[in-house]
């Protein structure tokens, strides 16, 4: 079992040849249960979110700026889950097909869509969560500037500068940070 990375300083089998950092469960029927289970939800996940999608943009009577920031926020939120359940099944996909590490550098893109979905979900829910704040208990109207582009330069802007900082120091991969 090889494992890729484009460091040759970073070692990715020990001594034996084993890998430093095993698939859990290859060789066992956990490991099927697990793939299966991860490809279904996110698969389940994708759907739901598209879904949502294509029903806020077609009820909405307005432009999708002049809409609510609640219903904003619905699809800021379903945009992140939609890229990450997608990249994060194609993930497990590619390791119960082929019973291995995701190879470079598909494995380095889907960790960086991992990791900018999952933090961008996050930021989007503190932001969300402030925003109830100020809205029922300060009872004060929330702007998030013309095109809501402080929410978009917090949300999404943050975790693409940490994704290419990670990207350039190899953090990004089967053996890095994801």
């Excluded at 432009?63 to 889950?81: A, H, K, N, P």
């Excluded at 109207?141 to 990207?167: E, H, N, Q, T």
């Amino acid at each position: 079992m090889a494992m890729w990375t484009e460091n040759p300083d970073i070692p990715v089998t020990g001594e034996d040849g084993l890998p430093l950092v095993p698939l859990i469960g290859l060789g066992t029927p956990l490991f099927d249960q697990i793939h299966v289970i991860a490809m279904t939800t996110c698969s389940v996940s994708s759907v739901v979110s598209m879904t949502i999608l294509i029903y806020m943009f077609r009820t909405m009577s307005r432009s999708f700026w002049r809409c609510t920031t609640g219903e904003r926020l619905v699809v800021y939120l379903s945009i992140c889950d939609l890229f990450y359940s997608f990249s994060h099944g194609i993930d497990h996909a590619i390791i119960y097909a082929t019973h291995n590490f995701t190879p470079q550098p598909a494995c380095s893109v889907l960790a960086w869509f991992t990791q900018q979905f999952v933090l961008a979900q996050s930021l989007v829910v503190n932001i969300a969560a402030v925003t109830a704040v100020v809205i029922i208990v300060r009872e004060k109207r929330v702007s998030f500037g013309k095109y809501d582009l402080f929410l978009i330069a917090w949300a999404f802007g943050l975790p693409a500068v940490l994704g290419a900082v990670a990207g350039a120091t190899q953090l990004l991969g089967p053996i890095g940070a994801w």
